[in-house]
């Protein structure tokens, strides 16, 4: 099956400090790449849309300038989370698909706490 | 917009039942795609099942299969011979079909989750 990684698995970080959340499809090419927050004990709620080579597409709500994702690649994906706050702490999950293919494959999440 | 509902916050079962967990959605499309997650303390998502909305035939595999009734728009999860590695929560989830326009391609919409529990 599909593999996504994620890395780091886990990041503690001081406020105000940014931090980068890397998400790479290890055996296919994925063109797209969604990005998730879930709280403890509640679902995922869909964070952006990312697009190879193109501008993310953020849910209302989200924060773009707080939350920057690039997708520079048909591999990597990237959120950052830009001065980090202690109510950005959370559980970031990733994810891919491929192209014409329904099933979306899971990284193994990330989980941040900012201090 | 699609709506995703499971109404059920926590289930029990005891080890080598069987139980169900429901997963009503809402949608005007008729070309669609529905999935089961299961996501354990790991907090790894895993693909439980899926569905075709095309499809009449409920999908099935191993000891999981699913209810789906269409007109009804309800996608119940039936897990037989429970066992204690099927303690996870589950997700049920909409997906629009291929064939559906706009940036949403690929988005799944996600239910309240059920946390499921099973005693040994």
């Known amino acids: 099956g599909a593999v996504v990684s994620q890395h780091p698995s886990r990041v503690i970080c001081k406020s105000g400090t940014s931090v980068k959340i890397e998400c790479r499809s290890l055996d296919f090419q994925a063109t797209t790449m969604f990005w998730y927050r879930q709280f403890p004990k509640q679902s995922l709620m869909l964070m952006a849309t990312?697009?190879?080579?193109?501008?993310?597409?953020?849910e209302q709500g989200v924060e773009k300038d707080k939350f920057l994702i690039n997708h520079a690649s048909l591999t990597l994906s990237t959120l950052t989370v830009t001065s980090a706050h202690p109510e950005d702490s959370s559980f970031y999950i990733c994810s891919a698909i491929r192209d014409r293919v329904q099933t979306q494959y899971f990284g193994p999440g990330t989980r941040l706490l900012v201090l | 917009a699609q709506t995703v509902t499971q109404s059920q916050p926590e289930m029990s079962v005891q080890e080598a039942e069987t139980v169900t967990l429901s997963c009503t959605y809402d949608?005007?499309?008729?070309?669609?795609?529905l999935f089961w997650y299961k996501q354990p303390p790991s907090r790894q998502m895993i693909l439980v099942i899926r569905q075709e909305a095309y499809k009449q035939q409920n999908a099935t595999e191993n000891r999981f299969s699913v209810n789906f009734q269409k007109a009804a728009k309800s996608f119940s999860l039936k897990i037989s011979d429970s066992q204690l590695g099927d303690a996870a929560m589950y997700f049920c989830a909409y997906r629009r079909g291929l064939n559906a326009g706009g940036t949403s391609y690929g988005k799944l919409t996600f239910g309240q989750g059920t946390i499921l529990t099973v005693h040994p």
């Open positions: 949608t005007s499309e008729s070309d669609y795609y």
């Open positions: 990312s697009n190879e080579g193109s501008k993310a597409t953020y």
